[in-house]
């Protein structure tokens, strides 16, 4: 397990917004529509802070 981790929120952000850019960058190349990828990116950053913040041990 991982004790004494201390939750960063900037760091939860950082994360999946480079996921979900890296996954919808590819998506706007292949012809999806640029305000549905920010909305997919916005919608995951809003996810990782939530799960970031949950207590799960």
């Known amino acids: 397990m991982h004790n004494g981790s201390s939750k960063d929120p900037l760091t939860a952000i950082v994360t999946a917004g480079m996921g979900a850019g890296i996954v919808t960058s590819f998506a ?5 529509n640029i305000l549905t990828a920010l909305g997919i990116t916005a919608f995951s950053i809003v996810v990782a802070l ?8």
């Open 50 to 57: 939530i799960v970031d913040a949950a207590d799960f041990s």
């Open 28 to 32: 706007v190349s292949q012809g999806q």
